[in-house]
């Protein structure tokens, strides 16, 4: 069992950046995606990066790539999600997901309860 806990959401302005984090519950995550999904009210959830926990490996969807940069601390069992140039469509509830395979859909294996992004024009 993985216990994952975000942190780091708020509100900024459009331009602006935020550092989200993920604290999971304990090592041993090397067979991992580590990833991050998106919700906006009334949309599906949405892939936005993952990180291969054993070799840092990335892959992020087109919507973030150039402006979000996902980074994880083997020493922390902590992941990152440095997001700038952030635009009002980013606006949505963050969330943390754990798999042993690389998917973009959200059927990963465990997941945060999620931390609320709000970025104003």
């Known amino acids: 069992q993985v216990q994952l806990v975000e942190s780091g959401g708020g509100l900024v302005q459009a331009g602006g950046s935020l550092r989200l984090s993920c604290a999971a519950s304990r090592g041993a995550l090397s067979n991992y995606y580590m990833g991050w999904f998106r919700q906006a009210p009334g949309k599906e959830r949405e892939f936005v990066v993952a990180?291969?926990?054993?070799?840092?490996?990335?892959y992020y969807s087109d919507s973030v790539k150039g402006r979000f940069i996902i980074s994880r601390d083997i020493t922390k069992n902590a992941m990152y999600l440095q997001m700038n140039s952030l635009k009002p469509e980013d606006t949505a509830v963050y969330y943390c997901?754990?798999?042993?395979?690389?998917?973009?859909?959200?059927?990963?294996?465990?997941w945060g309860q999620g931390t609320q992004v709000t970025v104003s024009s």
């Open positions: 997901a754990a798999n042993r395979l690389l998917v973009t859909r959200p059927s990963y294996e465990y």
């Open positions: 990180i291969n926990w054993r070799d840092a490996g990335t």
